[in-house]
């Protein structure tokens, strides 16, 4: 094994110890391979996007920019690594800048392996370098965002033999810049998360991050085995508004998708109709079809007094539940004429006869749960 290849090898098995396979990947040809370089940013780092509206994020991670690598026979004695860097929040112009500064090192370095070396220059000062500080502003333009408040998009049709054919600038039209973002920030996160130890508030037992729910307004951290019991014991009692968090005198308020981790199928679906039933209690212009065996919500319509259930397409009057009677008055119902029955059925019977009480009984609604007064008519 010649020099050059003893201090490749040497360099690759380095950097597989270092760094974890979604970060490092060598092909299995050896000299060939990838790094993922994820860029954690400043506390209270924001991203700024514009468009319609300009809308502001908090962030704590960027999507890598990915240095994929092939190594000459004659590195590092001779040549440099054949490299291509790309991005998907970069422009171009500041892809190239970075391949430039890669280029610069390797001739400081010049006959010493270099890809640590850049690997530590692209995670540690590639903001300062390119002057990227909070508020990172990006453009979205009508399902098309571009990175850096597009500035630097005239500069690359003005100066397009400035770029160089290393900088790539990964850029999918059909989805949208700012989701993307977003979307891996929480993942970082949570990777993040699931990678540290966290002692539970309950049970006191230290856990790591994987085996804990994280309450995200409060950031107060519980071991899932705990919140497991406690969300059902609180479903099972039908108190699911009170999801919360077991801190004292907290208001947060755990997620639908965190419940669903944690708690079965059935208990799930208890939740999820009583939070919609919740929901729609109080709701002023939502109530529920009259008949026993639909209860579907009924939307109103203003100043209107006909509901119309969606399921079983019962027509009723939104004031006595019973079927639409137009501009009609009214009938008793069969709580008022409980009353009539259990209370003033002597003095009726004196002054109108046992006759009248039951020509009354048979226009009310669910009669047949009143047998019982009636009966003490006759």
């Not at 996007?49 to 590092?76: A, C, M, N, Q, R």
């Not at 790591?208 to 014991?233: D, N, P, T």
Request: contains cysteine; aromatic residues 8%.
């Amino acid at each position: 094994m010649s020099d050059n290849q003893e201090a490749q090898e040497d360099e690759l098995l380095a950097l597989a110890s270092i760094y974890d396979e979604d970060e490092f990947r060598r092909a299995e040809s050896g000299r060939e391979g990838e790094i993922h370089l994820c860029l954690e940013l400043p506390p209270d780092f924001k991203l700024i996007v514009k468009g319609e509206k300009t809308t502001e994020h908090g962030i704590s991670f960027l999507p890598p920019w990915v240095l994929s690598f092939d190594l000459p026979v004659d590195y590092p004695s001779s040549s440099a690594p054949v490299f291509t860097l790309s991005s998907k929040w970069l422009t171009r112009v500041k892809i190239t800048a970075l391949c430039k500064r890669l280029d610069q090192l390797w001739e400081e370095n010049l006959g010493n392996v270099v890809l640590f070396t850049w690997i530590q220059f692209l995670k540690e000062e590639t903001l300062e370098y390119l002057g990227i500080h909070s508020p990172l502003e990006i453009q979205s333009i009508a399902g098309q965002s571009q990175g850096e408040s597009g500035q630097t998009q005239a500069a690359e049709k003005s100066k397009p033999q400035e770029l160089d054919p290393r900088a790539v600038q990964e850029v999918d039209p059909r989805t949208d810049m700012l989701n993307q973002l977003l979307d891996f920030d929480e993942a970082q996160k949570q990777k993040v998360f699931d990678g540290k130890v966290f002692c539970c508030g309950i049970c006191f037992s230290e856990k790591l991050g994987s085996s804990c729910l994280l309450f995200k307004e409060c950031q107060h951290v519980y071991c899932k085995a705990c919140m497991k019991e406690y969300f059902e014991i609180q479903i099972r009692d039908g108190k699911v508004q009170c999801l919360d968090c077991p801190e004292p005198e907290c208001t947060s308020v755990a997620t639908p998708t965190q419940v669903k981790l944690l708690v079965g199928e059935e208990e799930f679906a208890r939740y999820d109709r009583l939070l919609l039933q919740s929901s729609l209690d109080q709701m002023a212009d939502v109530v529920y079809c009259p008949r026993t065996s639909c209860c579907t919500p009924v939307m109103l319509e203003p100043e209107s007094t006909m509901g119309i259930c969606p399921s079983c397409q019962y027509a009723f009057c939104t004031l006595c539940k019973r079927s639409y009677h137009g501009l009609s008055h009214c009938l008793a119902t069969a709580g008022k004429m409980s009353f009539v029955v259990c209370g003033t059925n002597t003095f009726l019977q004196v002054t109108r006869g046992r006759s009248f009480l039951r020509s009354v009984l048979e226009n009310v609604s669910f009669r047949e749960q009143w047998r019982s007064p009636l009966a003490q008519i006759g």
